[in-house]
């Protein structure tokens, strides 16, 4: 496999950055995932630390150096990091459960496949076109869906902000599956949360892509997002891949020949320590981020 990927997260406004960010190859497969903390509950990003780390030890066991099923197996993995955080926070009393949004992606025999669950999107362009994306479970994109309002309504409709759908809670989530799509030279796929695409028209994505290489585009588009974003803007993160051989050549391409038989090569974003807490140690971090794994692997994956 030959491609270029970058990814990148920032606070934006906001007190906490709650956004998880992700990838993973192995000489055949790739994972690219990115979730989003729910604000709106505690500890969101604890929620999405389970959701990325669960899909990156799940891919990390399961592509030896492929996958049997790939879209089986994000839908199941998406599935055990629910479970996952709902023990997260029972065994450590918890107020109440954690949530997020996910959206993720595998790519495999120069194939896309990938899930969804909340409003974090995945697009697809190909020759500077959009030609698949993610349909958001938010209450106003229903609305819109069905025709109640206009879609040049929703941004400023009161119920915005809800969704419809998430990991953690009593309800499980529904884990939307994308059709596979083969991949070509220069297409590029983006996942990102609503800080990103809240901001930033499609349109404007695809000129960005378009005109630089993948690390200027991911760099201009967090910039202009964050600028509009403001002061109180949300956070905002995106892992964007370009597959083959790009329009705009780039010498940070990755080829997976280079990896050993066996080996993997995974990025994942820090944690950060928990909100109302002045000072956190690194042994701290690690302490809770070993917690996490163990959460993690008491969920059987069916």
């Known amino acids: 496999m030959k491609f270029t990927i970058y990814q990148a ?11 998880r960010v992700a990838y993973s190859y192995s000489r055949e497969a790739l994972l690219l995932v990115v979730a989003d903390g729910m604000g709106g509950h505690m500890h969101g990003e604890i929620a999405a630390q389970i959701a990325v780390q669960t899909l990156t030890e799940q891919f990390e066991e399961m592509a030896r150096p492929r996958l049997d099923d790939p ?3 994000l839908t199941d993995a998406t599935k055990r990091a629910h479970f996952a955080i709902n023990d997260y926070a029972v065994e450590r009393d918890l107020l109440e459960i954690p949530h997020t949004t996910i959206v993720a992606a595998i790519v495999q025999d120069s194939i896309a496949h990938w899930i969804h669950v909340g409003d974090s999107r995945l697009y697809l ?61 220069a297409d590029t796929m983006l996942l990102c949360t609503d800080g990103i695409w809240g901001v930033i028209s499609i349109p404007e994505v695809a000129a960005l892509l378009n005109a630089y290489t993948l690390e200027d585009a991911v760099r201009h588009l967090m910039d202009h997002a964050e600028f509009r974003g403001g002061e ?3 956070n905002l993160s995106l892992v ?9 050549p780039s010498r940070d391409s990755i080829s997976t020949l280079a990896l050993p038989e066996g080996g993997f090569t995974t990025q994942i974003n820090a ?23 163990q959460a993690i692997r008491k969920i059987p994956l069916k």
Do not use: Y
């Open 9 to 19: 997260s920032r606070q934006g406004g906001r007190k906490d950055n709650q956004d």
């Open 232 to 234: 109180h803007g949300d």
């Open 71 to 73: 879209k089986a197996f």
């Open 271 to 293: 944690m950060r320590p928990l909100p109302g807490v002045s000072t956190v140690s690194e042994d701290e971090i690690e302490r809770a981020i070993a917690e996490i794994q």
């Open 125 to 185: 362009f190909s020759d500077g076109s959009l030609i698949a994306r993610t349909e958001d479970h938010t209450i106003v994109a229903h609305l819109v869906r069905t025709g109640v309002i206009r879609e040049e309504e929703a941004p400023h409709h009161p119920e915005r902000n809800k969704v419809s759908n998430c990991l953690g809670g009593h309800i499980p989530p529904q884990v939307d599956c994308g059709a596979p799509i083969p991949l070509h030279d």
């Open 240 to 248: 964007a891949m370009t597959w083959g051989e790009a329009r705009i």
